[in-house]
C-alpha cells in the first residue's frame, strides 16, 4: 500500500527540483525529504530521481509516477473539500489569505472583532505576497486585489467588494521644509522590484533623479513618515497616517478592486459562509476610505 504522504514528500522535491526547496515548503528538515523519497522509492522498487550538480531531475520511472501521483493529489483535494463544505458548525479552523497591507492597515480590527463573536473558530491569517491555492486547500478564503476581473479562476466563488486607489504622499513635517527651501528636490522612495509607477507623477514637487529603494512596503511607509522623500500608497494607508499628506499636484490611480474568494465545496462550510458576508459588510463600510475620498 502507498503512503500518500511519501507520494506529497516525493511531488514536492519533482516540482521544486530540490529536496532543500522542499523540505521549506513542507516545513520538515532536509533529511526527513530524502527519508520519505527512499520509502517510495524502495515501495515501488525504483529510483524516482537523479542527482545532478543543477538539482533533482525526474527519471523515467519518475515521470511515470509524476503523472500518477498528480491525479492522486488531486483526489485527495476533492475529497477534502467536499467533506468540508458538508460541515456546519461554527468551530474549527479558518484559513485566510490576504496582502499584508491589507492585513496591518485595514482588517485586522475586523478579523478580532469576527474571533471575539466565534471563540470556537480558529483563524490562521496568512498574510503574504504569494498567493494561496484555495483549489488545494491552501486557504479557505482570499481576500485579494484584482487588477482585471477576467483573470479570476473560473473554479473560484467571488464576491466583489470596493475598488482601491492610491496617491502620492509625503510626511507633513517634509513638505513644510520643503516649502521653505523651493530649490530642494525630493527622493522617490520605491519598492526594489516595483519602482516609480507610471502614473504618479511629480506634481507640485520637484524631484531628484537618485531613488531611495525598500524591500518591502512597511519598509517603504517608514521611509516616507521619516521624512525621506515621496512614495506611493494605498489611500486607506496614506490618509489614515496623521504623519503624511498628499503631494500637491498629484491625482490618484485606481490599484484594482478588492474580491473574497472562495472554492466550490469550500464555501458551503458554515464557517466560511459567516466570514464572507461579515467581511463584506465590512469592505463595504470601507467603501469611501479605500477610494480616497474619505480620510478616516
Known amino acids: 500500500m502507498i503512503d500518500w504522504d511519501d507520494v506529497r514528500y516525493f511531488l514536492a522535491v519533482a516540482r521544486s527540483g530540490s529536496v532543500r526547496a522542499a523540505a521549506t515548503r513542507l516545513g520538515v528538515n532536509h533529511s526527513t525529504v530524502l527519508r520519505r523519497v527512499a520509502q ?35 483526489s485527495s483535494h476533492l475529497l477534502e473539500t467536499r467533506v468540508f463544505g458538508r460541515d456546519q458548525t461554527v468551530r474549527g479552523r479558518l484559513r485566510v489569505t490576504l496582502a499584508p497591507n491589507l492585513a496591518a492597515h485595514l482588517l485586522m480590527p475586523d478579523f478580532a472583532v469576527f474571533a471575539r463573536r466565534h471563540p470556537d473558530i480558529e483563524m490562521e491569517i496568512l498574510s503574504s505576497g504569494e ?13 485579494r486585489v484584482v487588477y482585471d476581473r477576467q483573470t479570476l479562476p473560473p473554479n473560484l466563488h467571488g464576491l466583489k467588494g470596493p475598488d482601491i486607489f492610491g496617491g502620492v504622499y509625503i510626511s507633513r513635517d517634509r513638505l513644510t521644509e ?16 516595483h519602482g516609480i509607477p507610471s502614473w504618479a507623477s511629480a506634481g507640485d514637487i520637484q524631484t531628484a533623479e537618485i531613488l531611495f529603494r525598500v524591500t518591502d512596503g512597511e519598509g517603504q511607509l517608514a521611509a516616507v513618515r521619516q521624512g525621506l522623500g515621496i512614495t506611493t500608497l494605498p489611500c486607506f494607508i496614506g490618509d489614515a497616517d496623521p504623519q503624511l499628506v498628499r503631494v500637491p499636484g498629484t491625482a490618484l490611480h485606481q490599484y484594482g478592486t478588492i474580491w473574497l474568494l472562495t472554492q466550490g465545496e469550500t464555501r458551503k462550510t458554515k464557517r466560511v459562509r459567516l466570514f464572507t458576508e461579515f467581511m463584506s459588510r465590512r469592505l463595504a463600510d470601507y467603501q469611501a476610505l479605500l477610494a480616497g475620498v474619505s480620510r478616516s
Do not use: C, H
Open 40 to 74: 517510495l522509492e524502495g515501495q515501488l522498487d525504483a529510483r524516482m530521481f537523479e542527482k545532478l550538480p543543477s538539482g533533482y531531475r525526474l527519471t523515467a520511472a519518475g515521470e511515470e509516477v509524476l503523472e500518477l501521483a498528480d491525479q492522486m493529489e488531486a
Open 131 to 143: 498567493l494561496a491555492n484555495l483549489t488545494n486547500r491552501e486557504a479557505d478564503v482570499a481576500i
Open 178 to 193: 520643503w516649502r521653505e527651501d523651493t530649490l530642494d528636490s525630493l527622493r522617490w522612495i520605491v519598492i526594489s522590484m
